[in-house]
């Protein structure tokens, strides 16, 4: 499901339960683009606070992203992208036919 609306948290769960993926594409008044001076540990920080902000940004209707677009969640899985999202489902197939 696609929306550019928030999910109520019950949404998630059941979306979680029943294998259904969810996609937010934020607004762009919620899109703040910001520049920043990458360092390893600023990497790290974000990789790490990620699947948070994917719960906010699926959640929070008036949640303020920075520098992301869109959310992915699907089985318990937070993802930046479609492709990632794709890819992640592609690689799960090769290994358990392989």
């Not at 994917?54 to 949640?63: A, N, P, R, V």
């Not at 992301?68 to 690689?91: A, I, K, N, P």
């Amino acid at each position: 499901m696609v929306t550019t609306n928030s999910f109520q948290k019950a949404a998630l769960t059941l979306a979680r339960n029943l294998g259904i993926g969810l996609i937010r594409v934020m607004p762009d008044s919620q899109v703040k683009f910001l520049m920043y001076h990458m360092t390893p540990q600023l990497i790290e920080d974000i990789r790490r606070g990620f699947p948070k902000r994917t719960q906010l940004g699926l959640t929070d209707q008036s949640y303020i992203s920075e520098n992301e677009t869109t959310y992915f969640t699907d089985s318990g899985y937070c993802f930046y992208s479609l492709e990632q999202m794709v890819g992640h489902y592609l690689e799960q197939s090769f290994i358990s036919n392989g």
